[in-house]
């Protein structure tokens, strides 16, 4: 099985920002689009953005212009930068490739106070 790890969560105040990270180990990295989750207790885990292969980005409304996903093939290596972050961005963040998913990982919890 591909093993999926995110870090870069915290604790910030609103306005501020984040960048996370996701390692994937274990899967022909290049060869698939990538994808970021969150979820906040009682919710069901919500799509936040995804870059393609080739790099195409694109985000759920209510994040687009706040954040920017990339990648580092040669890394195995997706991050998310979140800027101008809003407390209702509260939640675990979760990382899993385009398709046929993998076990999720741990995800990485992100908790913005107002």
């Known amino acids: 099985q591909g093993q999926l790890v995110e870090s870069g969560g915290g604790l910030v105040q609103a306005g501020g920002s984040l960048r996370l990270s996701c390692a994937a180990s274990g899967i022909m990295f290049s060869n698939y689009g990538m994808a970021w989750f969150r979820q906040a207790p009682g919710k069901q885990r919500q799509w936040v953005a995804t870059?393609?292969?080739?790099?195409?980005?694109s985000y759920a409304d209510s994040v687009k212009g706040r954040f920017a996903i990339s990648r580092d093939n040669a890394k195995n290596m997706v991050y998310l930068q979140m800027n101008s972050l809003k407390p209702e961005d509260t939640g675990v963040y979760y990382c899993?490739?385009?398709?046929?998913?993998?076990?999720w990982g741990q995800g990485t919890q992100v908790t913005v106070s107002s």
């Open positions: 870059i393609t292969s080739a790099g195409s980005t």
């Open positions: 899993n490739k385009v398709g046929f998913r993998i076990a």
